[in-house]
Each structure stands twice: as C-alpha cells, then as structure tokens.
C-alpha cells in the first residue's frame, strides 16, 4: 500500500469513527458508513444488512445504490447466498466474480447493476452477530488484506454503534414505560379517594377514558393528577 493510500485509508476510518460516535439517527448514521466505505473502497455499491432476531433473516437497511432494483426491501434467511453464508459462519468472503459462484443467488440483479467482485463481511460484538457489510466492484478486482482489514474494522465498529444505540433505545422505552406506570397508579388513587371506587374501577375508568378519546392511559392519568393537584392548590 502506497503511502497516500494508507492515508485515505486512515482519513477513512477516522470519519467513519466520527459518524459511529456521532448523535445523528441510526438510519443516518447507517447510510453515512455505507458512503464512506464505499468511497474508500472504491466501490460501486456498499450495502448493510442487519439481522432481525425475532425472524433470524438479515434485512438490508442502508446502501449508497441509487438503483431502484437494487434498493427493493430485501431479506435473505441465515445460511443463504453469500450473504447468509458469511452470518452463519461468522467469516469473511471475498468472490472474483459472483457470477461464477454457485453460492451467489441474485445473479441477475449483479448483470443489471454490472456487479463483479465482492467483499462480504460479518458485522460482529465479541461473539454475537449483528449483520454483513457488503462492497461490490465493476470489474474484477482481489481484495487485499488491507481491504479485508479495513472493511473488518469499519464492520466491527458499526455493530458495536448500533448495539449500543439498540440497547439506549430499549431503555428510554423501559424508562418511558415506568414512568406510564407511575402516573397511572397515582390517577387511580385520586380516583379511588374522589370517587369512592375500587382499584379495578378506578383502573378500568382511566382505560375506558383512554380508548374513547385515542390517547395513551399515560396522557388521561396526567389529566387526572394536574386536576387534582390545581384543585388542591387552590
């Protein structure tokens, strides 16, 4: 590797790393990686492919591919294509020409948007798989060890952004949820000491309130305790 190369490459990386630290959307952050890589590995297409873990399928949730064929929501199961293979063994694969490979499936989508070689990478957190990172060429092309490298670390890097951002989002909601919960016990106990009702009926009143109007229990029992409270503030 020439020294501007090694440059680029580390240029790379360190925007990459800005973007992964960054306190953009997940869905932004995504598509910012898929550039960059694609930028650095001089690739026609990168594409990220997450796993869902409730249908153990990998989803593809960013590409900088404008093509409308190639942007189509897409799922492939564990085990499938090189895609699927690459999750289910946790390693690398790189292809020459993914027409001449057997364990390549979309073959006509690669004659459309003229796709060769391939960079297919595991998206890892210690041991647990969190998607594949995917980098085509229009013309065949072997990928070097420092492709390989450069492409593992930026994988690796992204998994560990969006299992973080996974796990901040699951406790907002959590915390959200607790919350709801809070104030709905406290308007059931306005309730219950106002209106002489039962715990159940007091329950039942806020949920029926809630369904009439569509709005979430939270929003009817803050409703409650404000009035109670500029009530009692009188």
């Known amino acids: 590797m020439s020294k501007s190369e090694y440059k680029d490459y580390l240029k790379a990386l360190s925007e990459i790393s800005k973007a992964i630290t960054s306190e953009l959307?997940?869905?932004?952050?995504?598509?910012?990686?898929?550039?960059l890589t694609a930028n650095v590995m001089k690739a026609k297409i990168c594409s990220l492919w997450l796993l869902d873990e409730k249908t153990k399928e990998l989803k593809i949730k960013a590409t900088q591919a404008i093509s409308k064929d190639y942007l189509r929501e897409r799922s492939i199961k564990i085990g499938e294509g090189i895609v699927g293979l690459v999750a289910k063994e946790k390693k690398t694969i790189s292809i020459l020409n993914v027409l001449d490979d057997d364990r390549y499936k979309e073959k006509e989508l690669a004659k459309k948007e003229n796709l060769v070689?391939?960079?297919?990478?595991p998206m890892m957190v210690k041991k647990k798989l969190i998607g594949v990172i995917n980098c085509y060429t229009t013309s065949e092309y072997k990928f070097t060890q420092e492709d390989i490298e450069l492409l593992s670390v930026v994988a690796n890097q992204s998994a560990v952004a969006i299992e973080n951002t996974e796990l901040l989002v699951r406790t907002k909601v959590i915390q959200e949820e607790l919350e709801a919960r809070k104030k709905i016990e406290k308007a059931k106990g306005i309730l219950m000491k106002e209106q002489n009702l039962s715990e159940e009926e007091a329950y039942n009143l806020i949920r029926k309130s809630s369904m009439d109007r569509r709005v979430h229990m939270k929003d009817i029992a803050e409703?409650?305790?404000?009035?109670?409270?500029v009530r009692n503030n009188r």
């Open 25 to 35: 959307y997940l869905e932004d952050i995504l598509k910012l990686i898929v550039t």
């Open 117 to 121: 070689s391939m960079l297919s990478v």
């Open 223 to 229: 409703a409650i305790i404000v009035s109670y409270e």
